[in-house]
């Protein structure tokens, strides 16, 4: 029924925006994340933002949870114009460029606010948009997504050592992985629609996520053990295709240009910090134990993953690891 649910609220929120805004152009924003939860209520801001600062000329079309395909997929819809919008983690398009991958080291940043200021510095900014734009995407907006940390149902994680044994789901992507293995635990890569049941069933032990993310998919029914380890800080691109965009006049250019920044602002100091509050508290309330840690603990362990990366990277791997670095 919730599902149900869910896509009948899709639907109208399509054919709401269709309705008040006739002859406009469609922009098909096709992503992965489901029709409920924090992301969702920020694709249907970016819709309205659009919507105003295009003056009605532009009109955002929401397709959640794959609807139009997989990332994959996308990406060939908006190589083609066929689809005309998206948002995916940094470290998805490498798929494209492995300078990409840069993003999937461990203790990049000390926070999600600190990497989206990061990566919207000028000597950085002018390094992913060209790459962006290059392989067919115009970036017009980042979003904090927070930074990932430890959930289990075992026990306490005050330490690395308290890891050893742990399975933890993680994300598959090899440099991801062994950061997990480095701090202790056991890396499991799988898929996240497959989680939920894999914690029922012991298969894995927890994950790594953020309380948004955790909340949303209702992982604090089955984990109390929360530690703020915040390993991995993955900030996410919202961008368009270029073969659309250049055909757009001036005025629609700038406008949805326009409609990113200020999605931008709004998301990061207003939407995505009352997000982690909410969901923070809706896991105490569940009771989820919830410690602070001592984080030079784990990033110390992962530090041979991001020496070994800087002596296999290739040369736009450690321009970009170099630029970012700079731009803190």
């Known amino acids: 029924m919730k599902k149900f649910l869910a896509v009948l609220a899709v639907v109208a929120f399509v054919f709401s925006l269709a309705g008040a805004s006739f002859g406009a152009i469609p922009v098909k924003y096709s992503v992965v994340f489901p029709a409920t939860g924090t992301q969702a209520d920020g694709a249907r801001l970016l819709g309205e933002i659009i919507g105003?600062?295009?003056?009605?000329?532009l009109a955002m079309e929401f397709y959640p949870s794959a609807q139009l395909g997989d990332k994959a997929s996308?990406?060939?819809?908006?190589?083609?114009?066929?689809?005309?919008?998206?948002?995916?983690?940094?470290?998805d398009l490498s798929a494209f460029n492995d300078m990409w991958s840069v993003f999937s080291l461990p203790y990049l940043w000390e926070n999600g606010s600190q990497a989206v200021n990061t990566v919207m510095k000028d000597s950085v900014k002018k390094i992913l948009e060209a790459d962006a734009e290059d392989n067919g995407f115009v970036i017009i907006a980042w979003t904090d997504m927070g930074s990932r940390s430890v959930l289990n149902t075992k026990r306490s994680v005050k330490t690395p050592d308290d890891l050893n044994g742990l399975k933890l789901r993680c994300m598959e992507d090899p440099?991801?992985?062994?950061?997990?293995n480095a701090m202790g635990a056991i890396g499991t890569p799988l898929a996240f629609?497959?989680?939920?049941?894999?914690?029922?069933?012991?298969?894995?032990?927890?994950?790594?996520?953020?309380?948004?993310?955790?909340?949303?998919?209702?992982?604090q029914e089955l984990c109390k053990y929360f530690s703020l380890t915040e390993h991995f800080t993955i900030p996410d691109p919202v961008f368009v295709s270029k073969v659309w965009f250049d055909g757009l006049s001036k005025q629609d250019q700038d406008a949805l240009l326009e409609?990113?920044?200020?999605?931008?602002?709004?998301?990061?100091?207003?939407?995505?910090?009352?997000?982690?509050?909410?969901?923070?508290?809706?896991?105490?309330?569940?009771?989820?134990?919830?410690?602070?840690?001592?984080?030079?603990?784990?990033?110390?362990?992962?530090?041979s993953i991001i020496d070994d990366f800087l002596k296999k990277a290739s040369k736009g791997q450690k321009a970009l690891?170099?630029?970012l670095a700079a731009a803190k």
């Open 321 to 323: 690891y170099e630029a």
């Open 52 to 57: 105003k600062v295009s003056e009605g000329r």
């Open 175 to 180: 440099v991801l992985a062994n950061s997990v």
């Open 193 to 219: 629609s497959e989680l939920y049941i894999a914690l029922q069933q012991g298969t894995v032990d927890g994950l790594d996520h953020t309380p948004s993310a955790i909340v949303a998919n209702g992982l």
């Open 259 to 303: 409609a990113g920044r200020q999605f931008t602002e709004k998301w990061n100091k207003e939407v995505w910090p009352a997000a982690t509050e909410e969901g923070l508290k809706i896991m105490k309330d569940n009771g989820v134990e919830i410690l602070e840690v001592d984080k030079t603990l784990f990033s110390t362990k992962t530090q």
């Open 74 to 91: 996308t990406f060939e819809g908006l190589s083609m114009g066929t689809i005309e919008m998206t948002e995916c983690a940094a470290t």
